[in-house]
């Protein structure tokens, strides 16, 4: 058995001898340095046996390979393998005795080490893990299950950490100095990297990553987390069906994106669907597929292509769904143009606050654009092109719901009128479990919209909009 293979099956082992041997191997780096508490390392020390065993094997391993660990003429197989069968013949010479385990435990972190992320790499591979960062070599937090949670594991030394960082970003041609402190990035398994390091960063670089959902949630998971209700999905799967044009709208890391991915779904698998993010995290299913990912600048600050271009350029793609992944600038008046131009269906998030907010803050965007348009003219596009606002947000008991299904009437005088067809009860207080007690229900108004999924033979089931009352019939805003 190949020695990729034999690591491969240890996997599990590996998971569940955890963080202990990754942090110790760092600690004593660090206490060899002198960059802690030799106290504070000295007690870690000694929990790990293999400790002392990795320290030679690693410094064996740069004695042996030196420069061609940096040979770029290797592909990333081509040096693991190199690594690894070196790893392996130097671990084979140690007096030490080992259970194979242990020898397979051994070689993974140091190849880790030296050819991954370090110790990232094993929150990388933890499908729990939706979040790493990484404030300097010694903290990295965690999140598992939308709460956070700070490890034991550490990077041996900020050059460790500086070594990682470039790692990652020159997979995507990009590079982190002082002229360019900050940079985003991506995995290739498409996770989100962003990087800042000094002088911008106080105490030492900064990583985040945003780790790529590989099994991205379903409609029937968010109604398990409690994001909305059956009846919700429901008339959402309509308004996609019905080719309403819809906007999902709430703060940072409300869900946005994930909501947008359950509504793509609903996409008939006929329609040929175009794609536009600025780094790919919608996952369709449909075949009929076309992804656009824009692109920053280069180290020259040459070759940016923006998402306003990709907007362009997808109208000329005969496109029966535009998605864009988030609408951020002078693209909003593209998206308007194509909604109100035949292109329904069109689906998007925006960071607000309200769905009312959604609304001031395409305005400002479509301005973005220069080109001058006269606010009137700008609203009128907007409540002409809009359909339908789902608004997520995150509560304090770190659920993320849907708050609102708001209706984009028209226009009354000067202002675009909103009116909410579901709308989240918040009078219902907090449980015993800390949780929100209420739930989204309907506010008792028929949308306008019903009329036209009716006319497109898109039927809801009776009752979906509850039965008018005095109290929330009034909520027009
Ligand atoms: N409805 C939800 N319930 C619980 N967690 C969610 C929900 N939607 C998204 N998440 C988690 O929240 C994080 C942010 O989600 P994302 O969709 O990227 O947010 P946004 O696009 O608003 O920034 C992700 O880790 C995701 O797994
Ligand atoms: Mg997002």
Redesign the pocket.
Known sequence: MRLGEKLRTTDVDRSNQTRAAESDLASVHLAKRGTVSESASASKVTTDPLVELKLRAQEALFGRLGARLYDSSLSDEQLRDTVLEELAAIVRQEPTPLTSVERAQVVTDLADDVLGYGPMQRFLADHDV??IMVNGCEDIYVERR?RLHRTTARFVSEAHLRRVIDRIVSQVGRRVDESSPMVDARLPDGSRVNAIIPPLSVDGPVLTVRKF?HDP?HADD?IG?G?FTHETVELLRACVRGRLNALVT?G???????LLNVLSAFIPDDERIVTIEDSVELQMNQHHVVRLESRPANVEGRGAVAIRDLVRNALRMRPDRIIVGEVRGGEALDMLQAMNTGHDGSLS?VHANTPRDAIARLETMVLMAGMDLPDRAVREQIASALDVIVHLSRFRDG??RVTHVTEVVGMEGAVVTLQDVFAFDYTAGIGDDGRHRGSLGPTGIRPAFADRLADLGVTLAAGTFGTPDILTAGRRR
């Open positions: 939706t979040e939308g959902a949630y968010l987390m994001t709430g940072t890391g409300t869900g946005k994106t994930t998030t659920s993320r």
